[in-house]
């Protein structure tokens, strides 16, 4: 079945604690996206990469990092993470190009006390 | 980049009958796309349209693009309860960008 995988799907973790959420797609995308959703907000982009090895930064990437070694994984990394980060996290991918729409996971309820 | 911006904010109607989002956006666009979000899941895919189309069906959506004024419509025909959601419109240019969303309730 295609589709996008996000671990862990909740967390609850303390200032500072530095976290990794992973994303894994198993479509041969070549591009990957991580969002945030706050209320009242919508979606926020953080990151996308285009394909290995190339990541760019969306609206709102301070205080994250993303890896993309490998064409199937892109983790979003909190090196020190902090309560104003605490949110709904999504992970999305497509096949390059415009008109493609985007896959999405189901999402990573981080809370950072 | 642009973000594109979804009216009214939220719309409660009664099964049956017939819902209409509307999005809006301020730049020249290559497609246009339309999401829903089930309660705390990830957005699916809906329909895209391209910057040359003004109108296109899939089943029982209808979705209209007039770039002329920069808007779109996603309209619902004979609603269900299980349609309740959050819809996004999302502009795509060089990138794309999520609105805050229209939150649809069908009441049974």
């Known amino acids: 079945e295609a589709q996008v995988t996000q671990n862990p799907r909740y967390l609850i973790t303390v200032t500072g604690k530095k976290l990794t959420v992973t994303c894994s797609q198993n479509m041969n995308h070549e591009y990957m996206s991580w969002y945030r959703q706050d209320p009242g907000l919508g979606l926020r982009q953080i990151y996308y990469?285009?394909?290995?090895?190339?990541?760019d930064k969306g609206d709102v990437p301070e205080g994250y990092k993303v890896s993309r070694k490998e064409k199937r994984n892109f983790p979003l990394i909190l090196e020190s993470p902090s309560p104003n980060q605490t949110s709904l996290y999504f992970c999305?991918?497509?096949?390059?190009?415009?008109?493609?729409?985007?896959?999405f996971g189901d999402g990573t309820r981080l809370s950072i006390l | 980049s642009q973000q594109g911006e979804e009216d009214p904010q939220a719309l409660s109607i009664q099964e049956g009958e017939n819902a209409t989002m509307n999005c809006s956006y301020k730049t020249s666009i290559n497609n246009l796309q339309w999401y829903r979000q089930n309660s705390g899941r990830g957005l699916v895919h809906l329909i895209l349209i391209r910057s040359n189309e003004r109108e296109k069906h899939s089943g029982r959506l209808r979705v209209t693009l007039d770039t002329s004024k920069k808007s779109s419509s996603l309209l619902i025909t004979a609603s269900r309860a299980a349609d309740t959601a959050s819809y996004f419109c999302a502009p795509r240019d060089n990138d794309m960008r999520f609105g805050a969303g229209t939150r649809l309730t069908v009441k049974p």
């Open positions: 990469s285009m394909n290995v090895e190339v990541t």
């Open positions: 999305a991918s497509s096949l390059e190009g415009r008109d493609q729409p985007q896959h």
